[in-house]
């Protein structure tokens, strides 16, 4: 691997312009019994929330992602990671919806998480910051939707881990979302993906440079383990046809194999590429948490094992969108959702898009998803006046 900084501070909300940040003194109880006081909750607005305060869509971010859903990120200075999707005339209509994103609960974007310094002991929280999931990050951003005005929300939207956040929305708060638009996402994480998820997180660990994830105390950062989970990760997101089709067995230029361990083909390259970025902008500490809490997901699980259970009356309307080339959320997991809220007689809609683009698919150019989510997004709208 090319070298990397040997040490790279993690991101932390002052580091950066963050978009919008509140402190909330109304402690955060945590699924692990413990809580979080106070807590900042950091995030960014698109368009103008209209009189009657019905007109908003939150949208929640994937595993790495954070609120600069439409705008450019301020440590890397790209567009933001959904600005195909939200902006004036997108999918996503800022001229017509309120759009809300706040960073996760244990993220690295000013949110306060395991970089951020923990008020008892005035040093960075590391490893003695609580265990998070999915329904936590959830119940972080409804405190935020309060502290906003916002009883109801027309949408929730997210893809991924997103996705995972939209269930647990209408699982815990159907009374608050009018509409829910999980894409490309699932019920509960599988043993496959929790698989590649300790991977990740043993190659951050291994790294000499976590301590423990004290790395910030030292002056160090794990960036090569890293580095090394990022790529692990990364492959999952993309299908085999489309790293055949951008890659094939291309070489990296050279003309010839280098019989030596450089990056001698183009996927090598490429992947070597990711790893590298994505330490400039996230917290090592932060990685291992949020896939934590991504592989605790399980919504039957918190109804006895019947998922159907879990929207039991519920009265939201659904859009459930998956691609057929995704095979770390694929279409047959996609579709218990679609069972389990027919089973309750649920107003739901599901869409599979033809595409060979993998689970990264929902942050790319996709027309049908754009023209199947403006449909949904404007039709709900129109139904109840927003």
């Given amino acids: ?89 997108k999918p996503i209509d800022t001229d017509r919806f309120f759009v809300i994103c706040s960073n996760v609960v244990g993220g690295c974007m000013g949110t306060t998480g395991p970089a951020e310094t923990n008020p008892e002991t005035g040093k960075p929280y590391g490893l003695s910051f609580p265990v998070v999931t999915i329904r936590d990050m959830v119940r972080a951003q409804a405190m935020l939707l309060d502290h906003l005005g916002i009883e109801k929300v027309l949408s929730v939207i997210g893809g991924s881990m997103g996705g995972m956040q939209v269930l647990q929305w209408a699982a815990s708060f159907p009374e608050r979302v009018v509409s829910a638009v999980p894409i490309a996402c699932a019920a509960r994480h599988s043993a496959q993906n929790i698989a590649f998820h300790e991977v990740g997180r043993q190659a951050i660990m291994a790294d000499p440079d976590w301590k423990n994830g004290t790395y910030q105390l030292h002056g160090t950062m794990p960036a090569k383990g890293l580095a090394v989970a990022r790529m692990a990760a990364h492959i999952t997101y993309l299908s085999e046809a489309a790293l055949q089709r951008k890659f094939g067995r291309n070489l990296q230029n050279r003309e010839q194999i280098s019989f030596g361990f450089g990056p ?108 199947t989510v403006r449909g949904f997004l404007n039709a709900v709208a129109n139904t109840v006046g927003a």
């Avoid at 997901?297 to 969108?321: N, P, W, Y």
């Fill in 1 to 89: 691997m090319a070298e990397l900084p040997k040490f790279i501070r993690p991101v932390t909300a002052a580091d950066a312009e963050i978009g919008h940040a509140v402190t909330l003194d109304t402690p955060l109880t945590l699924d692990c019994g413990k809580t979080l006081s106070p807590i900042t909750i950091a995030y960014m607005t698109y368009g103008t929330l209209n009189a009657a305060r019905s007109n908003a869509v939150l949208i929640c971010h994937a595993l790495t992602g954070d609120q600069f859903a439409a705008s450019d990120h301020p440590v890397t200075g790209k567009p933001g990671w959904w600005e195909t999707m939200v902006g004036p005339g």
């Fill in 264 to 371: 001698d083909f183009q996927i090598e390259s490429y992947l070597r590429h990711q790893g590298m970025t994505f330490v400039d902008r996230f917290d090592a500490n932060s990685y291992l948490y949020i896939t934590r809490a991504m592989d605790y997901f399980d919504l039957a699980a918190e109804q006895g094992g019947t998922l159907a259970e879990a929207f039991h009356g519920s009265k939201t309307r659904f859009l459930i969108v998956s691609f057929t080339s995704d095979w770390l959320f694929p279409t047959s997991e996609n579709k218990l959702v679609a069972h389990a809220l027919n089973a309750n007689a649920a107003t739901v809609s599901f869409v599979e898009i033809e595409t060979d683009r993998g689970h990264d698919a929902f942050l790319l150019d996709e027309p049908e998803m754009f023209t």
